[in-house]
């Protein structure tokens, strides 16, 4: 029986890291795919002066309209898809049997409420830690000591 090819999906509102082919501790660091999502400070999202109206009780006045739904939230949730999206498209060609979800509570919860059925079916593990910050050998080290306990 061959052995099951498990990807390991670290990420969180704006970048994932997947790593392939985790292997025993004296092995060479496995390959990593990075996808980058947009990069927009919040400021950034806010910068153009926010849309006007014409008060309705008359008199000319007008006021600020706030803005409908929150950018960084939809730029989150668009690099979701994106990820997913790629992830869907490895399903299909068998690229992986199993899936490890490793992320920051919030991303968890963005990842749950928009993976699909079929790719559900593959996750092994979701983990709910932060581990973007880590170096590729310090991620891989984590990433064995989480699954050895």
Same mark, same amino acid.
Request: proline share 7%.
């Given at each position: 029986?061959? !052995?099951? *090819?498990?990807?390991?999906? =670290?990420?969180? &509102?704006?970048?994932? #890291? /997947?790593?392939?082919?985790?292997? $025993?501790?004296?092995?060479?660091? !496995? =390959? ?5 999502? %947009? ?6 999202? +806010? @910068?153009?002066?926010?849309? *006007?109206? +014409?008060?309705?009780?008359? $008199?000319? #006045? ?16 668009? +690099?979701?898809?994106?990820?997913? $999206?790629?992830?869907? &498209? @490895?399903?299909?060609?068998?690229? +992986? ?10 991303? /968890? ?10 790719? @559900?079916?593959?996750?092994? %593990?979701? /983990? ?20 050895? $306990?």
């Amino acid at each position: 029986m061959k !052995p099951e *090819r498990i990807w390991h999906v =670290v990420m969180d &509102d704006g970048r994932s #890291r /997947i790593l392939r082919k985790l292997s $025993g501790p004296h092995e060479p660091t !496995p =390959v990593e795919i990075v996808i980058q999502g %947009k990069n927009r400070e919040m400021r950034d999202a +806010f @910068q153009d002066r926010p849309t *006007r109206s +014409f008060s309705s009780a008359g $008199g000319g #006045r007008r006021s600020a309209v706030e803005p409908s739904s929150d950018p960084i939230e939809a730029d989150a949730r668009a +690099f979701m898809h994106e990820v997913l $999206g790629y992830l869907e &498209d @490895q399903e299909k060609a068998g690229a +992986f049997d199993k899936l490890v979800v490793i992320a920051p509570p919030q991303t /968890i919860g963005r990842w749950r409420a928009e993976i699909s059925n079929s790719l @559900q079916t593959r996750v092994q %593990k979701e /983990i709910v830690k932060n581990l973007m910050q880590l170096s590729p050998p310090e991620l891989v080290g984590a990433i064995r000591a989480l699954s050895s $306990g």
